[in-house]
């Protein structure tokens, strides 16, 4: 048995539900949720950081007592062996790039604009980055924009994990206050993801997270 640990309205979490729930529809892939809520420090308690010491979401465990963190890894040891992770050593390499992309240049703008505007005060201080993580938002946007005006996924010629990975925040990048419409080829492929099989969407922010979000935009 597999259990998650996560937070559900987060998009890291989102990844590893999203490629477990649609690797149940083909290989009868069972799992136990665990909900823990980031937001409000249950990530800091003694029991998890014994088992997580960086405190964060999401985390895998196994029954015999093994435990994988950070989210892209996890992706990635889900999908061994099943058709969301490409065999060809040079396509795996490709979905690889797409990842670290997510990580490094994606992520750390997209999703954090989308927390400072959701789960910080409005009188944050924080919120003096929103300017910044915006305009770079957008220049990660346009770089998906480039790359699928001549493919359809990004994870190789078929659906993945990269495409899960990228998927998370990007559908949801608007709470951050990043628009999607300059973006018609990213568009298109959101739309993309969510007619795969199996495909669930995130959960919504709770009403004061969707509160602090409209007062941002």
């Keep these: 048995m597999i259990t998650v640990y996560g937070f559900s309205p987060s998009g890291n979490c989102h990844k590893v539900r999203l490629l477990l ?3 149940g529809k083909r290989e009868d892939r069972d799992y136990r949720w665990v ?3 980031s937001a409000i420090g249950e990530t800091r308690s003694a029991d998890y950081l014994a088992l997580n010491p960086a405190g964060k979401v999401p985390m895998l465990a ?3 007592g093994r435990v994988l963190v950070e989210s892209n890894a996890i992706l990635h040891w889900l999908a061994e062996g099943s058709a969301y992770l490409p065999e060809d050593p040079w396509q795996r390499a490709q979905a690889l790039s797409w990842m670290f992309f997510e990580q490094y ?3 750390p703008c997209i999703a954090v604009a989308r927390f400072i ?3 910080t005060p409005l009188d944050s201080p924080r919120r003096a980055e929103l300017p910044a993580l915006r305009e770079k938002g957008r220049a990660a946007l346009a770089v998906m924009e ?3 005006q ?5 994870s190789g010629p078929a659906y993945g994990i990269a495409d899960i990975a990228l998927f998370a925040y990007t559908d949801v990048a608007g ?4 628009e999607l419409t300059p973006f018609p080829a990213v568009l298109d492929w959101l739309r993309r993801v969510r007619a795969t099989p199996g495909f669930v969407p995130m959960a919504a922010p709770d009403a004061r997270a969707r509160a602090l979000i409209d007062a941002s935009l």
């Design 21 to 23: 729930e649609q690797l």
């Design 35 to 37: 909900e823990i809520n």
């Design 62 to 64: 196994l029954d015999d």
């Design 105 to 107: 240049s994606h992520e």
């Design 117 to 119: 505007c959701g789960w």
């Design 146 to 148: 480039r790359h699928l």
């Design 150 to 154: 001549s493919h359809e996924w990004f």
């Design 175 to 178: 709470h951050g206050g990043i």
